[in-house]
């Protein structure tokens, strides 16, 4: 009869050492802090899915904020300035290249006056 193949731990005790420095505690790692690009659309979204102002279907984010406004719903004024400003970030290159030099001041100025009489 054969003996049946025993691994060495079978026969002696596995003895893990302590370290020389004892026990370290580790501290449990940040979560990360989010990007400020990724808080403003966070934001955004919270804008969209919240019912209190109106229904979001076929209308931009600007014309329900100000139909919102319009019609007493108080929403929040930081998202019309996120609006604001993601519409002039995206624009402003359109005028850079359509117009001249001389004229893409007054483009721009243009710009924010149509931006605030929304129709």
Request: with cysteine; glycine share 4%.
């Amino acid at each position: 009869m054969t003996t049946k193949r025993r691994l060495i731990t079978d026969s002696y005790r596995v003895v893990k050492r302590e370290r020389r420095g004892g026990k370290r505690e580790r501290s449990p790692t940040p979560p990360p802090t989010p990007e400020p690009r990724q808080e403003d659309l966070q934001k955004l979204k919270q804008f969209d899915l919240d019912w209190r102002f109106g229904p979001c279907t076929g209308i931009s984010r600007l014309q329900r904020w100000e139909r919102a406004q319009l019609h007493g719903l108080s929403p929040p004024q930081e998202i019309k300035e996120l609006l604001l400003q993601r519409y002039h970030l995206l624009y402003w290159p359109l005028f850079i290249t359509q117009n001249t030099h001389c004229l893409c001041l007054h483009a721009y100025q243009k710009l924010l006056k149509w931006d605030l009489k929304w129709d």
